[in-house]
Antibody
């Protein structure tokens, strides 16, 4: 069955970096783009951008240009999100979701907490 | 950016009651390819979102047929015909026609 399994929760200090992963199984990884979505505590969903899993080319929404990097470990069917120079406002749950325009499968989410 | 306005923000329903959620877009979601990329998602408490309806009115596999979607251009509706206890959570509309993709602010469904 199709699954997107994300890495575990993270607790970081401001200024640090974090890398979270999204491992896909049950389908051909390169067939569908992977998208990233942010959800701050108690808030709604915000699209961060996507990565072409065939070419590796990332596309970022305007609010996520600069400190955010999407990458792949294609041989491991894994998409990664790295956030550098963490700020308090990066505290959120980060979801991966596949297959524009449907978003038919989602990872379970990774809670990233930024606190001094 | 496309703004999706969902109403009502909260909804309280009894089991078996039928309810509707509205999603209005600040611009037409009709794509140049003729499709309209408006989806409905449900996020149950403590869970990730799940796809219910795609392209306005298409029921995702495995989703009960008490859920239905309708609408066109800028005005869309999700209807639940006979709410069940497992339907509680936050419903989001999302559009994938225009970049950046955007989500509505959500409608929280509570069970009386």
């Amino acid at each position: 069955q199709i699954q997107l399994v994300q890495s575990g929760p993270e607790l970081k200090k401001p200024g640090e970096s974090v890398k979270i992963s999204c491992k896909a199984s049950g389908y051909t990884f390169t067939d569908y783009a992977m998208h990233w979505v942010k959800q701050a505590p108690g808030k709604g969903l915000k699209w961060m951008g996507w990565i072409n899993t065939y070419t590796g080319k990332p596309t970022y929404a305007d609010d996520f240009k600069g400190r955010f990097v999407f990458s792949l470990e294609a041989s491991a069917s894994t998409a990664n999100l790295q956030i550098s120079n963490l700020k308090n406002e990066d505290t959120a749950t980060y979801f991966c979701a596949r297959r524009w325009p449907y978003f038919d499968y989602w990872g379970q989410g990774v809670m990233v907490t930024v606190s001094s | 950016d496309v703004v999706l306005t969902q109403t009502p923000p909260t909804l309280s329903a009894t089991i078996g009651q039928s309810v509707s959620i509205s999603c209005r877009s600040s611009q037409s979601l009709l794509d140049s390819d003729g499709d309209t990329y408006l989806n409905w998602l449900l996020q149950r408490p403590g869970q990730s979102p799940q796809l219910l309806i795609y392209s306005v009115s298409n029921l995702e596999s495995g989703v009960p047929n008490r859920f239905s979607g309708s609408g066109s251009e800028t005005d869309f509706t999700l209807k639940i015909s006979g709410v069940e206890a497992e339907d509680l959570g936050v419903y989001y509309c999302m559009q994938a026609t225009h970049a950046p993709l955007t989500f509505g602010s959500g409608t929280k469904l509570e069970i009386k």
